[in-house]
Structures are given as structure tokens and as C-alpha cells.
């Protein structure tokens, strides 16, 4: 490791790292600093989300909350139109009746899923996959089918941010699914979800309902508790397992559900988030929190940093310290990652991770900017830290 320089450590299982050994005044850095980013971070979702939706995203959902963009219309608000560059900037996989995870998008009426070969090409003879032809797709739209895509804040760096914040705050791993549609008929009809889940109106409108506790799955609720038209940059936020369905209202609409899995969701599955390098469940949610990764994809290319870059930390999950070596280096896990450096690069991106955005200068205080310069870019390399446009 160069004296600037951040080395990786994924042979390591990071569950089994605990603290010691490592400085109070670090310790205390560190702590200070994923607080404020959390702060910093609800901050931004109240001007996204409303007071209500971002102050129930701390603990586990219990009962319906409702939000509207304090912003108005924002860059997440900017119609199909907009959405569909994105969704055309490269090839894209619509999944086949009975396929699903290996896709990037399905198409779906009342009755379930559709045959993806109605909506792009087989790649090869016996794929179960198909690439989408978007003009097949528009014309299926304006007939009335939705088109679900997943995980679409993959590609959408604005949406990216939205969910760092979002993980930031509730401590969940989020998925999230962008449903388009222009019918009348509700795909997915009366249902429920496994973990919390929050609707966000991109564009157009939504009637959204919830029924009563003891709704059948496919319905119909014995009483309908929550009757509401989504619009444009509102939000509804409600808990897991709760009767639900989303009607399309006939205009064009684009809303994105944000699934939010905690800890606990994947102990009550049995199941364990092996997306997220481990091969047993986290001992505590701090350490879950540790786990979660940033949406944001790196720069293709170095970029060339002076006093005035703007940078934003790539840890939505926080900095967990938890040892610290006879040499003096610092092991901590981050962006689901375990990482050693030494004490001046854990000390920046912490200062980066508290401020976002801020400039190089700014977090790098009093220090040589020099120095500051090159363990910047050694925390870039690591994707710890990354340009921010703002």
C-alpha cells in the first residue's frame, strides 16, 4: 500500500472483524460523521418524499404514511419521454412467461405476464430472454400493458442518489421496480409484498388503494382503509404484508416502488443476502448497515480532481470501523466492502461522507493539497468517494 493508498480486503469475512484497537478520536470521527450523513441525507428526502414518508423511513413501517415533493417538479419528475433515453442508451432483456431475475423488464396485462418474444428478438435459439424492440413496446403501452423495469435506479443517477439517501436513512437494502403504464386495469390486482414498500409518482397519475387487514390475496378487502390519486411527486409509504393495488388512470404515468429490505425481512424468509458478500445473516442491523452498497456507478474514467471538485461519499450504509493493525493501518467496512488505509484516508472520507456535496478543498482542512489530492484519488479507486456533478 502506497502512502496514500487503500487496500481492499475481500479474502476477509467481515462479520467476523470486531472493534479494537482503534482511537477514540477516530472512533468518535467516524460515528460523528455517518450521524450527520444520515441527517444530511433525510434532509434531501424531505424535499423529495414530505415530512411524513422520510420520518417513518427509521424504523419499520406501521402504518400508511403519505408525502409530496416539497421541490415540485424535480429531475425525478421529468415523464417518459426522459425515462426512455435511459431505457434505450443500451441493450435490454424482457423476460419470458416463467423467467424473471435474469431480465431487465416484463410486460404484463390482467391476466399475468406476456410472452416476451411479442416485445424484441431472441437472442438465440433456445432463450428464454428477448431483446426489447421499443417501438413493439410503445405500441404495447398505448394498448394498455405495463411494462415493469427492474432495479431502474441502476441506470438513472439521479434516481441512484434518491436510493443512496433512502438506504442512508432506513437502513435497508432497496429494491426498486418502475412500472409504465397508460391503461385502465390493474396488472398485478390485490396483493401484498414481504417488507415496506414506498410509491413514488414520477409522472402522471395513479389511484392508489389498501385494504383491511384481512383482504384475501387477489382480493376483494372486506373495506378499503386508504382510497388515494397519486400525482406527480407524491408518495405513499406502507407496511409489510399490507392488502394493496395500483390502478392506472388512463394518461401516461411512471411510478417507481421502492422495496425496502431490512435485516429482519431476510431472517423471517430464511433466506440469506448473499448479494451482499456474506454467507450467514449479519449478527446486528449495524452491521447489515455496513453491507449495503451505493447505487452510483464509479467514473469509466480517472478523473483530475483540484481544490474546487466537488465529491460525494459512495458509503450509504455508513463507515464501520473494526480493527486496527500494529503498522498503524485502519480495517473498515464500507459499501459493503472491507478496506485497510491509513488514518489521514479513513479521517477524508469521513469528512467527505459528513459534508456531501463539498469540495476537495473543503474536507481536506489544513492539510497539504497535495496529500489531499492523491488520497482522494485512492479513495475514488476503491469506490469509497466519486465526483459529484453538484
Avoid at 409522472?203 to 400525482?231: A, S
Avoid at 470501523?321 to 459493503?336: D, P, Q, T
Wanted: aromatic share 4%; charged share 20%.
Amino acid at each position: 500500500m502506497t502512502p496514500h493508498g487503500i487496500r481492499r480486503l475481500d479474502e476477509l469475512d467481515r462479520l467476523t472483524l470486531r472493534h479494537g484497537d482503534v482511537s477514540t478520536a477516530l472512533n468518535s470521527a467516524v460515528e460523528e460523521a455517518n450521524n450527520r450523513a444520515r441527517s444530511n441525507a433525510a434532509g434531501r428526502l424531505r424535499a423529495q418524499l414530505g415530512d411524513r414518508v422520510t420520518a417513518a423511513l427509521a424504523e419499520r413501517c406501521t402504518e400508511p404514511a403519505l408525502g409530496t415533493s416539497k421541490d415540485g417538479p424535480s429531475s425525478l419528475n421529468c415523464g417518459r419521454q426522459h425515462y426512455e433515453q435511459w431505457l434505450t442508451a443500451e441493450p435490454r432483456l424482457i423476460a419470458a412467461t416463467g423467467t424473471g431475475a435474469n431480465a431487465d423488464m416484463e410486460l404484463r396485462d390482467a391476466h399475468g405476464k406476456l410472452l416476451g418474444e411479442r416485445f424484441g428478438n431472441r437472442l438465440e435459439p433456445d432463450s428464454d430472454t428477448f431483446q426489447m424492440d421499443i417501438h413493439r413496446v410503445r405500441q404495447a403501452l398505448a394498448d394498455g400493458i405495463t411494462l415493469g423495469i427492474r432495479q431502474f435506479d441502476r441506470w438513472s443517477t439521479q434516481l441512484a442518489e434518491l436510493v443512496d439517501d433512502i438506504v442512508a436513512v432506513s437502513g435497508a437494502d432497496v429494491f426498486t421496480k418502475l412500472f409504465i403504464s397508460a391503461g385502465t386495469t390493474s396488472v398485478t390486482g390485490w396483493h401484498s409484498d414481504r417488507q415496506d414498500v414506498i410509491a413514488l409518482m414520477l409522472w402522471g397519475n395513479k389511484r392508489f388503494q389498501l385494504g383491511d387487514w384481512g383482504t384475501p390475496e387477489g382480493g376483494p378487502p372486506n373495506k378499503v382503509v386508504l382510497d388515494e390519486v397519486l400525482h406527480q411527486g407524491d408518495s405513499l409509504l406502507f407496511p409489510e404484508g399490507h392488502p394493496h393495488q395500483a390502478i392506472p388512470l388512463g394518461d401516461d404515468s411512471g411510478l417507481l416502488s421502492i422495496a425496502l429490505l431490512r435485516r429482519h425481512n431476510w431472517i423471517s424468509r430464511n433466506q440469506i443476502p448473499s448479494h451482499l458478500g456474506v454467507a450467514e445473516h449479519p449478527p446486528s442491523d449495524a452491521a447489515y448497515r455496513r453491507l449495503l452498497r451505493s447505487r452510483i456507478r464509479p467514473a469509466a474514467q480517472q478523473p483530475e480532481l483540484t481544490g474546487g471538485s466537488h465529491l460525494r461519499s459512495l458509503v450509504p450504509g455508513g463507515i464501520e470501523l473494526l480493527s486496527a493493525s500494529a503498522s498503524g493501518e485502519i480495517i473498515f467496512a464500507a459499501n459493503g466492502g472491507v478496506f485497510a488505509a491509513n488514518t489521514e484516508a479513513v479521517t477524508l472520507l469521513a469528512a467527505i461522507h459528513s459534508m456531501f456535496p463539498t469540495t476537495l478543498r473543503e474536507a481536506g482542512g489544513n492539510w497539504l493539497p497535495e496529500a489531499v489530492a492523491l488520497t482522494a484519488v485512492s479513495l475514488i479507486e476503491a469506490g469509497l468517494i466519486a465526483l459529484s456533478p453538484h
